[in-house]
């Protein structure tokens, strides 16, 4: 900082922004280098990661001009009711390490933003708590099926009684990736104070006095404690879960039900066939099995094969509002995003969150005037092309 400048407040950072790679760069200033990479990194030599976001990086548009573009609503329907926006916040672990205020913060962002928020299996906040943060916010929740399936039902139970009517199983987990940052790092949930991590510290005051201060850090939906995330997924999660499953989840959820981590056509026609209410075409942001499909590729070959039997979705390397018209001219009624919301909570808190909304929505709502198109729902696969 040059002698004499001011210093800049969080508020004034954040309004400066310019976009998602703004927020991620706030974020890496903040938060500790291990905290950091738990949400930046992926699987592996995390190719999958780069290449979800190098495909929106091919994304050509082909805009029309002389069209009446004084208005461009970006509000859609998904799953029978109206949202802002084709956004919908995804659901991620332990998400008061990235800020104390964690869950709450972002359900609250997505209330305002009038957007849906997904609570994890492996939150830190519980179903309840996220409903009082967010009265009037659409709260889904996110299920990972347990060894122990009567624990399975009874979070199913939890969010129910949160008014949570979506559920999102995810089933692209039956071990853990291999997360070699988190590996190098040597990181446990909650993130330890050892020798590693006393320079992090004195580099990261604000976020370690957040972090001791604050409530410590635990899961809210399932028991045990928590410490090395690789060992915990192996011994919680159920790795013989098959499409049959989908049955007693059905007979306990009377909601839409959506699956999350479809990576294959014939398994997206599979799920079509069972009756599920969307599909959310997904390699987990990248952080399970490396070299596993691009999402963006295969939402066209997913879209056709499945008709409209049911909503199909995306979610991987989503980063701007253009990232999400690209993927509904691909046939996507909506996208998850994760890391673009995460930078914006490690950089400010609940701000952060909705300055990256904002950012999306923005760009989103240019984007469409660009394009000449009057709205979302005028966004077709003759607006864009994969180069």
Known sequence: ?????????????????????????????????????????????????????????????????????????????????????????????????????????????????????????????????????????????????????????????????????????????????????DVRHGLTIPPALRWRSVLQAARHPAWWFDFLTSEPLRFATVEGAPGDLAGITNLMFDPS??????????????????????QRVDDAKDLAAVGVDGLVVSNHGGRQLDRSPTPLELLPEVVDAVGD??????DGGVRSGADVAAAVALGARACFIGRAYLYGLMAGGEQGVTRALDLIRAELGRTLQLLGVGGVGSLDRDSVRLR
């Open 1 to 181: 900082m040059l002698p004499g400048r001011p210093r800049l407040s969080r508020a004034q950072k954040l309004a400066d922004a310019a976009d998602i790679a703004d927020l991620r760069l706030l974020a890496r200033r903040r938060a500790p280098r291990m905290v950091f990479d738990y949400v930046d990194g992926a699987a592996e030599g995390e190719r999958s990661m780069a290449r979800a976001v190098e495909a929106f990086e091919r994304v050509e548009f082909s805009p029309r001009v002389l069209r009446d573009v004084a208005e461009a609503p970006t509000a859609v329907e998904i799953l029978g009711r109206r949202i802002a926006m084709p956004v919908v916040l995804g659901p991620t672990g332990f998400t008061r390490m990235m800020h104390r205020e964690g869950e709450r913060a972002v359900a609250r962002a997505a209330e305002r933003a009038g957007v849906p928020y997904t609570l994890s299996t492996m939150g830190t906040t519980t179903a309840g708590d996220v409903a009082k943060a967010a009265p009037g916010g659409w709260n889904w929740f996110q299920l990972y099926v347990v060894r122990d399936r009567v624990r399975s039902l009874e979070m199913l139970s939890l969010a129910r009684d949160a008014g949570m009517d979506v559920l999102v199983v995810t089933v692209d987990v039956p071990v853990a990736g291999a997360r070699l940052r």
């Open 241 to 262: 879960m098959t499409i049959k499953d989908l049955e007693w989840i059905r007979s306990a959820w009377q909601g839409p039900l959506l699956v999350k981590g479809v």
């Open 309 to 314: 039997r049911t909503e199909v979705f995306l």
